[in-house]
C-alpha cells in the first residue's frame, strides 16, 4: 500500500499572503487541523490549529500576521509512491503528525495525518482479529 492509496485528496491550501484570521476560519469550517501553505501548488509551508492559537495567545493583533508569518516553513512531504512503514518513521524522525503528499513533479496531492494512520490501523487490526477467530478452535 502506497501513500496515493490513504491520503486524503481535496487538501485545505492557501497561499502565503493568506490571513491568519482566514486560516482560523478556513479551519473551522472545513473541520480540519491544518492549511498546506502553497505556491504554484508546491508546498511552502504548513499553519496548523496550534500554529493559530499561540499565535492568539502571543500578538497583539494577529490580524495582521498572514501564513508566511506563522507556518512551518519547509514542512516533511512524502512522494505519492512511499510506503506507509516509510512515512510512519519519518513522522516519528521529525516529530510531525501531519505529511502533505506529492507526486512526481513535487505538486501536492494529498494528505496524511496521525489520525488517518490510527484510523486506518484501527480497521486493519479488525481484520486481523477477524482472521484470529476464524482460526481459533
Known sequence: MTLKDVAIRGVETAGPDASVPMLANTMDEKGVGSVVITEENRV??????????????????????????????????????????????????????????????GVIVGIVTLDDLVRLLSVELEHLASIVEAESP
Do not use: F, Q
Not at 59 to 82: F, Q, Y
Open 44 to 105: 511552502v509551508g504548513i499553519v496548523t490549529d496550534r500554529d493559530v492559537a499561540l499565535t492568539l495567545a502571543r500578538e497583539a493583533d494577529p490580524t495582521t500576521l498572514t501564513a508566511a508569518d506563522v507556518m512551518a516553513s519547509e514542512p516533511l512531504t512524502m512522494p505519492h509512491d512511499a510506503g506507509l512503514l516509510e512515512l510512519v518513521e519519518r513522522m516519528d524522525v521529525e516529530s510531525v503528525r501531519r505529511v502533505p503528499i506529492v507526486d512526481d513533479n
